[in-house]
């Protein structure tokens, strides 16, 4: 296909032209990789795109048949339908920080534990597996789904591998945006990690209502599993925490994740909610009552906070 795309599992022209070719040749299965192969995305033979939530869902779906029960880890940015996804077929989802070496890191050291960790993917569409040795291997991951699928055609059906994922919601809105940091550049790490912990405590401390940091059972999204002994962790790369947003007419309807960027200097915010409008107002809360009321609005850009708040 190259070089007609770039070569990016999460690039909308990279699925949609594979997305076209699967449908033009009527094939059962269109692969995406990244450049070094270890991210993959795939779209099955009716021409769906399968990548982000949904790869880590097709490969929970497939190695929760291996392996009841395993744990699985991801990155913090899924949405709670996989969440939901997964408990629903047994497995146990641990939330982790965004970045695949953290992900794959927490299942090495969870299996360490004795805690049986099989899967550990990013949204990113980075992925291993146990049996694999721990690797960051998007080929591996597809090698998986191509042998599934045959077993499913062997058995004789003609479903498709995404039949598999019928059931997984999708999350009814999803943002990301971004806030650069405002200083020079050699401040500029110090200045994004003291926003995030003034978030972290401003969620502590209650002023933010309806907001709570985030666990999954014994684990926590900023800490990793408490289960985990690892007693020489990585230093931290990015300091991140996500938060469940709750009110009393839906119970839990979304969750806002507030990161350093891996890369540059800015603050990643992803939020996502199953109500309409729940992003904006969750978007409105963080300026409000978080960046304006600590004065954070003036070591960050928030114009694609203001932005996003005030569309309609
Ligand atoms: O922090 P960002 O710029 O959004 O990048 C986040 C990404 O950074 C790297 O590319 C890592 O390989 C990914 O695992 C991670 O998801």
Redesign the pocket.
Known sequence: MFPNHIPNPEDKTAMALTRAAVLENNADLGVVFDTDVDRSGVVDNKGNPINGDKLIALMSAIVLKEHPGTTIVT?ARTSMALTKFITDRGGNHCLYR????N?IDKGVHLNEDGIETHLMM???G?GALKENYFLDDGAYMVVKIIIQMVRMKLEGSDEGIGSLIKDLEEPLESIELRMNIISEPRYAKAKGSEAIEEFRKYIEEGRLQGWELDSCGDCWVSEGCLVDSNESPAAID?RMYRAKVTDEEHGQYGWIHL??????PNI?VNVQSMVPGGCRSITKSLRDKFLLASGMDKVLDISQIEKYAESS
């Open positions: 990155d965004v970045g695949y070496r992900v990013e949204t990113s980075h990015a990161r350093q960027s891996i890369h540059n990643a």
